[in-house]
């Protein structure tokens, strides 16, 4: 089964801050999603990313897929408190026949005003 | 974006009861819906996959007798914990399937805290 490790698993940042969250698979991913969790809440959408080399931005946070598509990185520009929370990456399993995700154990980022 | 409801928010019960968790694709219909289990600290762990008209697929542990899955409609599954039991006690999350063209992405609903006594 596939495994997705996170690094690191906490974070905290001086606000204004620059920083990244690094997600490795152990297999080749045909698709990686980067979600959003406040602690007891439910999972907010960031991005997804298939193509190897790809890399998308939503407002301050950049994500990007390696050209071999085994490791995806978040960049967080100019850190604010509102980017506190959970990160997870999921990977799509839908090479084996179904799209299901696997989680990370996720980062969390504190963001110190 | 597209929205995904969960109700109850959070349940209490006795040990021994059943409880009923629904998921609502709210702006969407949604074919696949998938159910997870969180324990503090640790990632989603998916319990089984909702297919509209057919029956649940569950992950290996998971038992299906316990957790009862129903996908009525293209908008809503439900997740029917029977006899719950205290280490039942967990943060469900649901998730839709918006298909768009040839992309599948997954919608998550906010939760639901169960705490069996």
């Known amino acids: 089964s596939q495994e997705l490790e996170q690094s690191p698993q906490s974070l905290i940042v001086q606000e204004g801050k620059n920083l990244t969250i690094n997600c490795t698979s152990s297999?080749?991913?045909?698709?990686l999603y980067w979600y959003k969790q406040k602690y007891g809440e439910g999972l907010i959408f960031l991005m997804m990313?298939?193509?190897?080399?790809e890399e998308k931005s939503h407002e301050k946070i950049t994500a990007k897929l390696d050209e071999k598509k085994q490791q995806s990185s978040l960049h967080i520009t100019a850190s604010q408190p509102s980017h506190a929370g959970i990160y997870l990456c999921?990977?799509?399993?839908?090479?084996?026949?179904?799209?299901?995700?696997?989680f990370g154990k996720g980062t969390k980022l504190s963001v110190i005003p | 974006g597209a929205v995904v409801s969960q109700h109850p928010s959070w349940v209490i019960c006795k040990s021994g009861t059943s409880v009923k968790i629904e998921c609502r694709s709210l702006?969407?219909?949604?074919?696949?819906m998938f159910w997870y289990r969180q324990f503090p600290k640790q990632s989603l762990m998916l319990m089984a996959t909702?297919?509209?008209?057919?029956?649940?697929?569950?992950e290996q542990g998971v038992e299906k007798d316990k957790f009862l899955i129903n996908h009525a409609s293209l908008t809503l599954s439900t997740l029917t914990v029977t006899s719950a039991h205290p280490e039942d006690s967990s943060f469900y999350i649901c998730?839709?399937?918006?298909?768009?063209?040839?992309?599948?992405?997954?919608?998550f609903g906010p939760g639901t805290r169960l705490l069996v006594l």
């Open positions: 999921g990977a799509d399993n839908r090479g084996a026949g179904s799209y299901q995700l696997t």
């Open positions: 998730s839709a399937v918006l298909t768009s063209g040839i992309r599948e992405t997954q919608y």
């Open positions: 990313l298939q193509k190897g080399g």
């Open positions: 702006d969407f219909q949604a074919t696949t």
């Open positions: 297999k080749t991913l045909y698709g």
């Open positions: 909702s297919n509209e008209g057919s029956k649940a697929t569950y």
